[in-house]
């Protein structure tokens, strides 16, 4: 299996809902990573958990709360969420070396496109 | 800090014809370098990476790329555009910082 799935495809939300992103992974990456693209744009970094600990967090709004409950899954918990948070979220997954050495490919999930409305 | 420069934003082509995007990156060493396709509302597919060894680096779908140290480049090729090409690119790079950085992208129109 050499796929990122994430599910749903398509959301969408009212600022008064909680919803979650999920991410899946099979390949036995420790690393994973939540992206935010908006139209026209590249993927911009949220998150990253290596070895299922948050390692980075981009300044994003506590509205996103990022969760690694195993080394195969990925979740994104949203609440209270504004219209300028539809995007496309992406999931990415990479084998993540301790010494920060090798080589490290990253496969991404197709997205799920978020509506806030 | 590591960061990705595609100077065009918008390339157009006819189909048939060569192509080159151009990506510059700014690291301190040699990075680990990448390029993506994405087509409308879909995620990103890998055309091909670079991390060591043979500077010119073959992908899928025919594209090709070449690592050019002394121009801090790191160019995608390909010889001859299929409409079905047409979509967005975005070079990336993954320095020290363990994580991808991407350029802004370059919007690839193929005319019949």
């Known amino acids: 299996d050499t796929e990122v799935t994430q599910t749903p495809k398509h959301l969408v939300m009212g600022m008064t809902n909680k919803k979650s992103l999920k991410c899946e992974q099979h390949m036995g990456h420790r690393a994973m990573y939540w992206y935010k693209q908006k139209a026209k744009k590249p993927p911009e970094l949220m998150f990253v958990y290596s070895y299922e600990k948050l390692s980075i967090n981009e300044s994003v709004p506590s509205r996103f709360s990022p969760e690694c409950p195993n080394s195969s899954l990925l979740n994104l918990h949203l609440h209270a969420l504004q219209p300028e948070d539809s995007a496309l979220y992406l999931c990415?997954?990479?084998?993540?070396?301790?010494?920060?050495?090798?080589?490290?490919?990253?496969?991404f999930g197709s997205g799920t496109r978020l509506t806030v409305v | 800090a590591q960061s990705v420069t595609q100077p065009d934003i918008h390339i157009t082509v006819s189909e048939g014809a060569s192509l080159e995007l151009r990506c510059n990156y700014s690291y301190g060493a040699t990075p680990y370098l990448f390029w993506y396709v994405q087509s409308p509302g879909q995620g990103l597919q890998l055309l091909l990476k670079?991390?060591?060894?043979?500077?010119l680096v073959q992908g899928i779908k025919g594209f090709e790329a070449e690592f050019k140290r002394s121009q801090s480049s790191f160019n995608l090729r390909k010889p001859s555009v299929h409409w079905s090409d047409a979509a967005e690119y975005f070079c990336?790079?993954?320095?020290?910082?363990?994580?991808?950085?991407f350029g802004s992208g370059t919007q690839l129109t193929v005319l019949p």
């Open positions: 990415a997954s990479s084998q993540d070396h301790p010494l920060g050495s090798g080589s490290r490919g990253y496969t």
């Open positions: 990336a790079v993954d320095g020290s910082a363990r994580q991808l950085t």
């Open positions: 670079y991390f060591s060894g043979d500077t």
